[in-house]
């Protein structure tokens, strides 16, 4: 199989959803072949990897995510990553994960909303999303939420610290931490580190016409990694 074989990966679409189109569009010119999948889908096409993308999945009502959480989709998703699948979910597909069970913690109306670039200090890069960055490296990337403020409670905290679940920080300078979650954080793994959340936007931070270019470190990471698992054997 060619080393150049574009990787396939799905896009989420919930009724809601506004930054689908985005994270298509980001991933394709980081070489993936990505392409929407609608809610009511019990079945994922093949893909290598799939991503849950930013919006107002189900237009927010409950809590955020806590709908979407019971889509047809999800299922599919649970068990692609049962299976070890690569997930991505941005902002609001972060708060999905969480209510999915996918991700640990929860996230929670922050003080008050936020929109506008951040800075995130990654604290691993020997993660399937973040394997293009340094450990300790800054990236400056768009938060816009109203309940992004992770939280976990001190066992769980403990818990994610001694298993190195916390990828992401939000910079230590005064505009950092702008939701007030807890220790920073801006984005944690799964225990088996092949499922990640975060709430800033990769897929608006891709094209230096535009502003910063911290998220192509971030979704190319995920291409590459998605790429790799069409290498592997079978």
């Not at 394709?28 to 072949?33: D, H, P, S």
Request: with cysteine.
């Amino acid at each position: 199989m060619s080393e150049s074989r574009r990787p396939r990966i799905a896009v989420v679409v919930f009724p809601g959803s506004n930054d689908d189109g985005d994270a298509v569009l980001a991933l394709a010119g980081l070489g993936a072949e990505a392409f929407p999948v609608w809610h009511a889908e019990p079945d994922l096409p093949a893909a290598d990897a799939v991503v849950l993308p930013g919006g107002f999945s189900y237009g927010d009502y409950l809590r955020c995510g806590a709908i979407a959480r019971f889509a047809p989709v999800m299922g599919a998703v649970t068990r692609f990553a049962g299976e070890g699948g690569l997930v991505l979910g941005i902002c609001n597909g972060f708060q999905v994960l969480c209510e999915a069970g996918l991700l640990p913690g929860a996230l929670r109306p922050n003080a008050s909303l936020v929109c506008r670039d951040i800075d995130v200090t990654v604290e691993r890069a020997d993660t399937p999303f973040t394997a293009r960055c340094q450990a300790g490296q800054r990236l400056t990337m768009p938060v816009k939420h109203g309940e992004g403020c992770y939280f976990a409670d001190d066992e769980l905290l403990a818990e994610l610290e001694a298993n190195r679940q916390v990828a992401l920080r939000y910079a230590s300078h005064p505009d950092g931490n702008p939701n007030g979650s807890v220790a920073g954080i801006a984005g944690v793994t799964s225990a088996d580190g092949n499922v990640f959340g975060l709430m800033p936007h990769p897929e608006h931070a891709v094209d230096p016409l535009l502003g910063p270019t911290g998220g192509a470190l971030v979704l190319g990471s995920l291409v590459d990694a998605a790429r790799e698992r069409t290498l592997a054997p079978a």
